[in-house]
């Protein structure tokens, strides 16, 4: 396999399920993003991760947990989410040190009912 | 701090023709410069990066786009466009703080009509 690989691809949960995405990378690469994408709304930065440490939270609520375990994998664990909750989650990697150029994995679609 | 502007958040055109998308940049430091292109449930692509060296860049698809220091900009250009070139396109530019992240646009939805 290569790239960036997301699964699930899509997921629906109830407001009291706990569940977890995950994302894989074969590129190498040292840095692991979650990012937001609501409708009409602009992509929102998560987490980062770089050489498995998390370097930025921008304010996301406790429900989402992410977890680096290792510099090839990121998850993000969900619980107790809200309706509003329900987007597309893009899983990016980069070389912490390089231009900036992030990978995506194709996104796992999210239906908080 | 680093910023990016997208004009116009749906811009439609006609099969063959011109494709235009704007980006203007701010940035407080030599910007390194991104586009790019997301197909309706699916991830982003890279389309082509401005880094270094030649002002204008050539990416994949048959885009194009050129760094304009003195407009602040990097436009995004195809000759032609074609039915497939119907997508979602964020311009980005990298923030070099204490993470090397990228600052994206709020994306330009480009409808191609037969």
């Known amino acids: 396999e290569t790239g960036v690989t997301q699964t699930p691809r899509h997921l629906v949960m109830g407001m009291t399920n706990k569940k977890s995405l995950k994302c894989e990378q074969h590129?190498?690469?040292?840095?692991m993003y979650w990012y937001k994408q609501s409708a009409k709304k602009p992509l929102e930065l998560m987490f980062v991760y770089s050489l498995e440490e998390r370097v930025e939270n921008n304010s996301v609520p406790s429900r989402f947990s992410p977890e680096c375990p290792n510099s090839s994998h990121l998850f993000l664990h969900l619980h107790t989410l809200q309706p509003e909750d329900s987007a597309l989650y893009l899983c990016a990697s980069s070389q912490a040190s390089g231009t900036g150029e992030l990978f995506f994995g194709e996104g796992s679609r999210l239906t908080v009912l | 701090a680093q910023s990016v502007t997208q004009l116009g958040s749906h811009v439609s055109v006609s099969e063959g023709a011109l494709v235009l998308l704007r980006c203007n940049y701010s940035s407080s430091v030599p910007p390194y410069l991104f586009w790019y292109v997301q197909y309706p449930n699916q991830g982003l692509q890279l389309l082509l990066k401005y880094t270094t060296g030649a002002t204008l860049v050539k990416g994949i698809n048959g885009f194009e786009a050129e760094f304009k220091k003195s407009e602040t900009s990097f436009h995004l250009t195809k000759p032609s466009a074609h039915m497939s070139d119907a997508a979602e396109y964020f311009c980005a530019v990298s923030d070099f703080g204490a993470t090397n992240k990228l600052i994206f646009g709020t994306g330009t939805l480009l409808a191609v009509q037969p």
């Open positions: 590129l190498g690469h040292n840095a």
